[in-house]
């Protein structure tokens, strides 16, 4: 159960507001919907808060991406996950590039809604240096990988380092994942690329576009981890090949 917790949905979907409501409210969560980002800003300004967004991209004339600049221009810091039918990539970089915490496509089930958002939560109220077992939710005692200071949880798709959710989009553990598991072996950028879009998808001039997207993901993954830790260094790149994770000493390895 999820109380103390207060949720606004904003999507100008009614069913989809009405079902993400009911499936919150079972589980204790206290849910406020909202038919548009106009709708959103003004409950804002009237001094309403909340402790999570789930916002949605297509709404009229006023997306949810202008919604969540102008938000941060009004200094509203609630974090805000976007919860849409628009799974292009581009769309995805747009979201966390404005500030948008997670990216998660409509299809997927409640269950994993709600991990995402009992992480997002739990990384937001643990501050560094908190407890792993007051950060990761482990009902479904799922067996967890931990390598150096990285703790990688592959049942909500979530990171930590140094005992702090890292808000990793799920492209992005997948990527952290595949590269952290192998540390010290050298994985191809076409090998990471397919992480993202499947094996064999072409992608720019000559084929060699997948390149640059790349090094795209890996920028944004560093400076995730950076923000957090500002000495870490564990991605490691082989010019013209690809990324490694930095080998381990002995009190590394899989837990």
């Known amino acids: 159960m999820m109380e103390n917790v207060h949720i606004l949905i904003v999507d100008d979907d009614s069913i989809i507001r009405e079902t993400l409501s009911m499936n919150f409210e079972d589980q204790g969560v ?8 106009e709708a959103l800003l003004e409950h804002l300004k009237g001094g309403e ?23 941060r221009r009004a200094g509203h810091e609630i974090p805000v996950i976007f919860l849409t039918s628009l799974t292009d990539q581009i769309y995805e970089e747009a979201a966390l590039a404005t500030g948008a915490l997670d990216f998660i496509d409509k299809s997927r089930s409640f269950s994993i809604l709600l991990h995402r958002v009992r992480t997002v939560l739990a990384g ?16 479904a005692g799922t067996a967890k990988a931990r390598i150096g200071h990285l703790l990688l949880d ?3 798709g979530r990171a930590y380092w140094q005992d702090r959710l ?9 990527i952290v994942h595949a ?18 879009h499947g094996d064999g998808f072409h992608a720019g001039a ?35 090949f690809g990324y490694r994770w930095r080998a381990q000493d002995t009190e590394g390895g899989v837990s």
């Open 30 to 37: 206290s849910v406020h919907g909202l038919p548009s980002g």
């Open 49 to 71: 808060t909340a402790d999570l967004i789930l916002l949605d991209w297509k709404m009229g004339q006023f997306s949810g991406l202008d919604t969540l600049r102008e938000m």
């Open 124 to 139: 937001r109220r643990n501050p560094i240096g908190a407890g792993m077992d007051a950060v990761v939710d482990d009902d």
């Open 154 to 156: 592959p049942e909500v």
């Open 166 to 174: 890292v808000p990793l989009t799920l492209t992005e553990f997948q």
């Open 179 to 196: 590269l952290a598991v192998e540390a010290g072996r050298d994985t191809r950028y076409r090998d990471i690329y397919d992480l993202v």
């Open 206 to 240: 000559a084929g060699d576009g997948y390149r640059a997207n790349v090094r795209g993901f890996i920028k944004r993954i560093r400076r995730k981890f950076e923000e957090i830790d500002e000495t870490f260094s564990e991605i490691e790149n082989y010019p013209g």
